[in-house]
């Protein structure tokens, strides 16, 4: 990590400076009292992020004019993990402007970064970094990993009719994904801890994309094969959250994290409407055959640009910017902790029975329990059930059900926005993410209460709209939260948090289409999940935290 020493040093007369070809004090000091004034807003908004030290302070003898001297001290700032550049940056010019001449020496990024005159949070700025191209990759990719999970929910429908399966088989066919999305998080956010989340990404959605383009021939070959077919898939889809966490970790300043997960999550989520609607008119033209083939090639497509553009860590790309990197960094960890960090990890195994014994992990393992219960119900079964409750045809439960996870794309942004904007404004991390997470939870409860009571396909898109939209602000609680109490094993308790709430997504998934088939209704199912998400939030308001908890 750079070191920036910055010291005053004397300064000779006016007359000698003139003498050397050097500017007049006066001259100099109308200079930095200038870039003073271009700073202060800047300077006003790094103040939050941490404080300068200064290491020691001693005197020398100092020439003011002709015939004057003056004691002066000379003071040594350092920047580190702890103490933020752009303070220092404003007590370099505190006394710069006093008229002191100041000689700086820096090692690492450079003076031109530190004193950098552009906002790092300005909306063009962003746009043309190289976080950006991360996170549109992230989304897309996300966005793919989505829209092939998709097509089954609706190919479903013509493969049960073609095939003369039951509602639970039915089930059984849609959960079979869910278990290899079982056994792959753990592995997959161990691997993308330890080797970065670029090629840990690559490989999975590789393995996925030729699964989904494999899916209907095995369909037609034997129940067996398509059940293994689909874990196989389900497998490969595992590493992309902890995937999307590790890289997000590394790539995003902490008060911008929040931005980039709805951002990645937008592209999740659109990745259902995107499938919802393309499904039906791509099996119109190509049979059951089409959907599953052409989002099969674009994920190849995707692996093209994905490859040479990104990297696991920002300090290894090739064309970032020194100011980007240094804002990123800024933001971040201290970079000591991060190196023993990643030595612990290369070195031995995540430490397990630490992670579990701590309560703010449990806080996360049971919203994700809860979050991914409701989601899947709703990602698995919507398309039926707008047939089965309101008889209509697949091309209208398609956009029926589109309509919903399109509001949770914007939703999901507007929530880590809303977020970081909070943190910003001084809110504590722990009270935003608690925040966020009840919003997450009670809204969509009170959603599907109200569901049950819908006596049109508009108004059920209505409360369902509402009902994953609202959701979508549990991007801004407990999914960011791994990154705050574990940013060292952000992707391994992603993984681990995500593979026991697949048991509940599995349970959910099966005991739809059991409800369904023995009572003959949405409505008990409905009513048990909006229970669940109501008991959860009083445990997560009681338990989570925004703070650090494993070092």
């Keep these: 990590m750079c070191t920036l020493h910055a010291m005053q040093m004397a300064m000779p007369t006016a007359d000698a400076r003139m003498a050397c070809g050097l500017p007049s004090v006066a ?24 404080l300068v030290k200064f290491r020691n302070s001693t005197s020398q003898k100092m020439v003011i004019g002709a015939n004057s001297i003056a004691d002066k001290p000379i003071n040594r700032c350092s920047r580190s993990g702890v103490f ?40 063009m700025e962003f746009l043309t970094s190289e976080r950006a191209k991360v996170v549109v990759m992230m989304a897309l990719g ?36 869910l278990w290899g999305y079982l056994l792959s998080p753990i592995a997959g956010g161990a691997l993308a801890d330890h080797y970065g989340g670029k090629n840990v990404m690559a490989w999975g959605l590789a393995i996925w994309s030729l699964a989904t383009m494999l899916t209907p021939w095995a369909a037609n070959h034997s129940v067996g094969m398509l059940l293994a077919i689909r874990a196989l898939f389900g497998l490969a889809e595992g590493v992309a959250l902890p995937c999307m ?22 592209g999740f989520h659109l990745g259902n409407v ?11 033209h190509g049979g059951v055959f089409g959907p599953f083939v052409t989002f099969g090639l674009l994920g190849f497509l995707w692996l093209s640009v994905w490859l040479p553009a990104i990297s696991n860590d920002p300090q290894f790309h090739p064309r970032i910017s020194k100011s980007e990197l240094l804002y990123i960094q800024d933001g971040n960890e201290s970079p000591s902790i991060s190196r023993k960090s990643h030595s612990q990890i290369a070195n031995r195994m995540p430490p397990f029975h630490l992670l579990f014994s701590k ?37 209208q ?16 942004y507007l929530a880590g926005a809303c977020s970081d904007s909070l943190i910003q404004s001084g809110y504590t991390v722990t009270l935003v993410r608690k925040i966020m997470q009840s919003i997450g939870f009670i809204g969509p409860g009170l959603s599907l209460l109200a569901l049950n009571a819908a006596h049109s396909p508009s108004i059920a898109a209505a409360w369902l709209t509402a009902a994953l939209s609202l959701s979508s602000f549990s991007q801004a609680g407990f999914l960011l939260n791994m990154q705050e109490i574990a940013p060292q094993y952000a992707g391994v308790l992603h993984g681990i948090t995500n593979t026991i709430g697949t048991f509940a997504a599995i349970v959910s998934t099966i005991g ?33 935290t925004g703070e650090r908890v494993f070092y």
């Design 245 to 266: 966490n590790t890289i997000i970790s590394k790539w995003f300043p902490r008060t911008e994290r929040a931005t980039a997960v709805g951002l990645s999550m937008a």
């Design 274 to 284: 995107i499938s919802l609607l393309a499904t039906p008119a791509l099996m119109s």
């Design 142 to 177: 996300l966005s793919l990993c989505n829209a092939n999970r998709i097509v089954m929910s609706v190919a479903i429908v013509p493969l049960t009719a073609t095939h003369g399966w039951s509602s639970s088989f039915a089930g059984i066919v849609q959960s079979s994904f």
């Design 84 to 123: 933020r550049p752009r303070i220092v940056a404003q007590q370099v010019r505190t006394h710069a402007a006093s008229g002191a001449d100041i000689g700086f020496q820096d090692d690492g990024i450079g003076l031109s970064a530190l004193t950098d005159t552009s906002r790092p949070s300005k909306l």
């Design 512 to 544: 739809t289409g059991y409800f369904v088939q023995w009572l003959g209704s949405f409505q008990c199912f409905l009513t048990l999940t909006a229970v669940l998400y109501f008991v959860t939030t009083i445990f997560w308001n009681l338990y989570a």
């Design 359 to 395: 309560i703010p992990t449990w806080a996360i393992i049971v919203a994700n329990v809860t979050n991914n219960w409701g989601y899947f119900v709703l990602l698995s079964w919507m398309p039926v059930y707008f047939k089965t409750v309101f008889n209509v045809n697949l091309k």
């Design 27 to 50: 001259h100099k000091q109308s200079s930095l009292l200038a870039l003073n004034s271009a700073l202060e807003d800047q300077v006003k908004w790094q103040a939050k992020k941490g």
């Design 397 to 412: 439960a398609a956009w029926f059900s589109a309509i919903p996870w399109a509001s949770m794309a914007f939703a999901g």
